[in-house]
């Protein structure tokens, strides 16, 4: 269930040597890449085996031969059509959708939704150059984050492999704290969260698997003369299917698009994200 590895600027598989790029990061990942000698093919659809209806018909799509049952069975599970309007699961649900666009604005609603302050905080620059940088160069770091308490949030980089704290570990804001003298929008000294995957030692005694997030600076350029300093954090009340690739969701709503998918298999990998029918 994982789409193909493209390059992020010219977003063509890593193996179309047809398609050359300049961007360094680009011509490393297409050369690592290089290096791989065997493919393996998963044949079996494991995440969704205890649902066999579910998990034939997903071995289908992934084959391009659904048939009209198949159709009528995803249709089923349409927003209006399904009990899951009335499934209180699906309040909570993380929403899984093609863009970034899309995420940034379901997540800008939930955050608004929720009636409580929202701290704004900005990222430090080394110049103007690098405050007008896309996230994707400044090592996906955010120009400005805005985060509350009670915010769901995403690591964007891996801070401690070996206890569950990895790019894309999912956690909920405990604390937001301040130097003395500072407030919005400066930088926090950290930002406390609570993952509930993380097996480390936890930053208060009283509550476990609380982690202090503190800022990270990232450079690059020629003589990396750019730089930015923020949280490797992100809002994920929703993101995007090409970023859900891998995980397993207890429940999720998809919107796949409104006239066709975005990337081939995109459909295939966000509807496989769920262990059965009734948690999409």
Not at 37 to 51: S, V
Request: proline fraction near 4%; charged fraction near 20%.
């Amino acid at each position: 269930g994982l789409a193909v590895p493209v390059r992020w600027l010219t977003r063509c598989p890593l193996f179309a040597k047809d398609a050359p790029s300049t961007n360094v990061d680009a011509i490393h990942g297409q050369n690592l890449f290089s290096l791989f000698e065997t493919c393996i093919i998963l044949t079996e659809q494991m995440r969704a085996k205890q649902d066999a209806a579910w998990s034939e018909m997903l071995g289908r799509l992934k084959d391009c031969k659904m048939e009209t049952a198949d159709i009528e069975l995803v249709q089923s599970r349409f927003i209006g059509k399904a009990s899951n309007g009335k499934d209180k699961k699906f309040t909570t649900a993380i929403r899984l959708f093609t863009t970034n666009l899309e995420v940034d604005d379901y997540n800008a609603l939930t955050q608004c939704q929720r009636e409580v302050p929202i701290a704004e905080i900005r990222a430090e620059h080394s110049c103007d150059a690098a405050r007008q940088t896309v996230n994707d160069v400044a090592g996906k770091l955010e120009g400005t984050l805005w985060l509350s308490v009670g915010a769901n949030i995403m690591l964007t980089k891996n801070l401690w492999t070996a206890v569950g704290l990895t790019n894309g570990a999912r956690g909920t804001v405990v604390d937001i704290i301040y130097a003395p003298g500072t407030s919005p929008p400066a930088l926090p000294l950290v930002i406390l969260c609570h993952f509930p995957r993380y097996t480390g030692p936890s930053f208060e005694t009283a509550r476990p698997r609380i982690v202090a997030v503190a800022p990270c600076t990232r450079e690059w350029g020629r003589n990396r003369q750019f730089s930015r300093t923020q949280f490797s954090l992100r809002l994920c009340d929703a993101m995007t299917i090409h970023k859900a690739q891998g995980d397993t969701l207890d429940a999720a709503v998809v919107h796949i698009g409104t006239k066709s998918e975005f990337a081939c298999g995109s459909t295939f990998v966000a509807l496989s994200r769920v262990l059965s029918l009734i948690h999409i």
